[in-house]
């Protein structure tokens, strides 16, 4: 069991580009959500998805996409990055919306 | 909107100290209540997961506990060893069909040899 695998693990963008943050799960988990932890700060949900084909918008959907065509894979879209999104970003999955979130190592984002 | 604050922000204690870490909330119609850890440069592991419904959850040297009423969780941490050192994170997930985590910005401690 991998668990919940990103890739990649560090990536440095310039202002407009797009990339996409790769994020696969092999707990069969039906929950999936993106944060993106700041310095100093919590961390925040951007997107979360409740099982294939359904996502929503968490508490910082601005700037970003995503998509849940599998019940393994979520890939987070940042379409034109902007250097307010450097960040860390985690992807996170749980079985049920009450159970233990199991989350991955973390991408690195610079934008410059 | 639901905060949460962790006290202390940063903790030293020499090694086999026992130890607390403080998690406050400020909406108590709260689901559930996980610690986590989160080593540097690492993803977060969780500790301990408590249901509204339970006072406290146990794994072995680390003990965590959930006063909904008054919006406190406690993570008591026994013994601690060096390889402890990490920042530890509390997260509370609202009620009904809320299914965000809302996070403390951690605590960072330091247990010394």
């Known amino acids: 069991n991998a668990g919940v695998t990103q890739t990649p693990k560090f990536r440095i963008l310039k202002i407009g580009q797009s990339m996409t943050l790769q994020c696969t799960q092999d707990?069969?988990?039906?929950?999936m959500y993106w944060y993106r932890q700041d310095p100093g700060m919590g961390l925040k949900l951007i997107y979360y998805s409740v099982g294939a084909g359904i996502t929503d918008k968490g508490e910082v959907p601005n700037g970003y996409n995503v998509s849940r065509s599998t019940t393994e894979d979520f890939p987070l879209r940042l379409e034109l990055a902007a250097p307010s999104q450097t960040s860390v970003y985690f992807c996170?999955?749980?079985?049920?919306?009450?159970?233990?979130?199991?989350f991955g190592p973390g991408t690195r984002l610079t934008v410059l | 909107k639901q905060e949460v604050t962790q006290i202390p922000a940063a903790l030293s204690v020499p090694e086999g100290e026992n130890l607390v870490l403080n998690c406050s909330f400020t909406d108590s119609a709260i689901y559930n209540l996980q610690w986590f850890r989160q080593d540097p440069g690492k993803g977060l592991t969780s500790l301990l997961l408590?249901?509204?419904?339970?006072r406290e959850q146990t794994s072995g040297r680390l003990n965590a506990s959930l006063d909904k009423s008054s919006g406190r969780s406690t993570l008591y941490i026994a013994a601690s060893q060096p390889g402890d050192s990490a920042t530890y994170l509390c997260a509370v997930r609202g009620g009904g069909s809320n299914y965000k985590l809302t996070f403390g910005k951690g605590t960072l401690l330091t247990v010394n040899p």
């Open positions: 996170a999955s749980s079985y049920g919306v009450a159970d233990t979130q199991y």
């Open positions: 408590i249901q509204s419904s339970q």
């Open positions: 707990m069969n988990h039906n929950y």
